[in-house]
């Protein structure tokens, strides 16, 4: 069973980073272009980030300069570095590949 799994998600202050982690099983992972999606309250999901298998990356507007997206192919594992977070941030963050999607991790960032 293919399955993403999120974490790395919490509280921070404006100003402040976060790191967050997703780990594919299900043999998918090294062949797939990886993306962190994200979804505030009473908004749509949006693409943030997403990065190839070859390692090609590209960003949301709103996040170029701030975030950085990057993958270890060893354990089966994409991650979202995420620099001078803002309130705006603040959102459920999602991994994806082709139609699957993980559980999601919370992100609050405090003014």
């Known amino acids: 069973q293919v399955q993403l799994v999120e974490s790395g998600g919490g509280l921070v202050q404006a100003g402040g980073s976060l790191r967050l982690s997703c780990t594919a099983s299900g043999g998918i992972y090294n062949r797939n272009t990886m993306n962190w999606y994200r979804q505030a309250p009473g908004k749509p999901r949006d693409l943030v980030a997403t990065?190839?298998?070859?390692?090609?990356?590209n960003y949301a507007d709103s996040v170029k300069g701030r975030f950085t997206i990057s993958r270890d192919n060893a354990k089966n594992t994409v991650y979202l570095q995420m620099n001078s977070l803002k309130p705006e941030d603040t959102a459920v963050y999602y991994c994806?590949?082709?139609?699957?999607w993980g559980q999601g991790t919370q992100v609050t960032v405090s003014s």
């Open positions: 994806n590949t082709l139609l699957i």
């Open positions: 990065i190839t298998s070859g390692a090609n990356t």
